[in-house]
């Protein structure tokens, strides 16, 4: 089955300060990867996206690079806030690809940033 | 958007006995349902998949008689832990997906259920 590490698993940031997370993935059929921020007691929040037919992906402060040669991806956050302290999650899944893993999401094993005022 | 709910946020039982969580979906049809376990400090993991009207689908290692999961409805899952014990104290998170449609089969998330045996 699907593997997916990230790294680091904290990072401490200064506010304004860029921060990027890493992941890797094993299954190259993977195709869909979403990032995922998570407060303390709630549930995952869907922050980006990113299929496999794109490289990169921008929303605002947030972007997302995927190079599915070496089959990682990574997030990058800049000017960061302290409201964008929280653990952050990497997934992996086959999106669309039919049999029993369709859309099973494989998580990372997350990542807490905080960014210091 | 698409809104996941879940009851009860949290739940304090004996050990023994047996807790219902619900998972629903608020504002569209959620073809499938995912229930995930979390441990402080840790990832989710995966314990079931689940489609409306078929038997959910375990994950290896997930005890299918203790972990009774009921997705009865396009928008209803119920995750019933049976027998519970301290071990089984968790953050249980759903999640639903419409899938084929305008959400390009996007999962959304619950705000968890946390779950404390005594």
């Known amino acids: 089955g699907e593997n997916v590490e990230q790294h680091p698993s904290t990072l401490s940031v200064q506010e304004g300060d860029s921060a990027v997370i890493k992941c890797t993935y094993s299954?190259?059929?993977?195709?869909?990867f979403p990032w995922y921020k998570q407060e303390l007691g709630k549930g995952p929040q869907l922050i980006i996206d990113?299929?496999?037919?794109?490289g990169e992906k921008k929303d605002q402060r947030i972007a997302v690079t995927l190079n599915k040669t070496a089959k990682h991806f990574s997030l990058h956050i800049t000017e960061t806030q302290p409201e964008d302290s929280a653990v952050y999650f990497c997934?992996?899944?086959?999106?669309?690809?039919?049999?029993?893993?369709?859309?099973?999401?494989?998580f990372g094993q997350g990542t807490i940033l905080t960014v210091h005022p | 958007g698409a809104v996941v709910s879940q009851h009860p946020s949290w739940v304090i039982c004996k050990s023994g006995t047996s807790v219902k969580i619900e998972c629903r979906s608020l504002?569209?049809?959620?073809?499938?349902m995912f229930w995930y376990r979390q441990f402080p400090k840790q990832s989710l993991m995966l314990m079931a998949t689940?489609?409306?009207?078929?038997?959910?689908?375990?994950e290896q290692g997930v005890e299918k008689d203790k972990f009774l999961i009921n997705h009865a409805s396009l928008t209803l899952s119920t995750l019933t832990v049976t027998s519970a014990h301290p071990e089984d104290s968790s953050f249980y998170i759903c999640?639903?997906?419409?899938?084929?449609?305008?959400?390009?089969?996007?999962?959304?998330f619950g705000p968890g259920t946390r779950l404390t045996v005594l």
């Open positions: 999640s639903a997906r419409e899938d084929g449609t305008r959400y390009y089969n996007e999962q959304f």
């Open positions: 299954d190259s059929a993977s195709n869909y």
């Open positions: 990113i299929r496999s037919n794109v």
């Open positions: 997934a992996a899944s086959t999106d669309g690809a039919g049999g029993t893993s369709y859309g099973k999401l494989t």
């Open positions: 504002d569209f049809q959620a073809t499938t």
């Open positions: 689940s489609n409306e009207g078929s038997k959910a689908t375990y």
